[in-house]
């Protein structure tokens, strides 16, 4: 026959109490450490528009998928296409691997 759970509470910090068709049973909980790994999730670069008569800042947040796909940017002042690679250094260690050899050149 299978034991059927209807309710889990929290009585007290430590203990946990699971409650089955066959009764109430107290247990103490284990302290378990909790791992949350850091990693980067967004980069910013800083790129000019190309064109004289515009020379606009422009600051652009990048995912580590879009930084490898990244190929260049429209200018947020005249809205104009920009081309652009991401250099090496602009990326964190962990994503260097991930930026390919041929597009690691610095084009600002």
Excluded: H
């Excluded at 107290?26 to 980067?40: D, G, H, I």
């Excluded at 515009?54 to 990244?70: D, P, Q, S, W």
Aim: aromatic letters at 8%; glycine letters at 4%.
């Amino acid at each position: 026959m299978a034991t059927v759970i209807l309710e889990v509470r929290q009585p007290l910090a430590g203990f946990s109490q699971l409650r089955t068709a066959r009764g109430t049973r107290a247990y103490q909980l284990k302290p378990m450490p909790l791992n949350f790994p850091r990693e980067v999730l967004l980069i910013e670069i800083e790129r000019y528009c190309s064109f004289r008569d515009c020379a606009a800042r422009n600051l652009i947040g990048l995912t580590k998928a879009e930084a490898i796909e990244y190929r260049g940017f429209d200018c947020s002042k005249c809205q104009r296409w920009n081309d652009d690679t991401i250099g090496i250094d602009a990326v964190p260690d962990s994503w260097a691997d991930a930026i390919p050899l041929n597009d690691t050149e610095i084009a600002n």
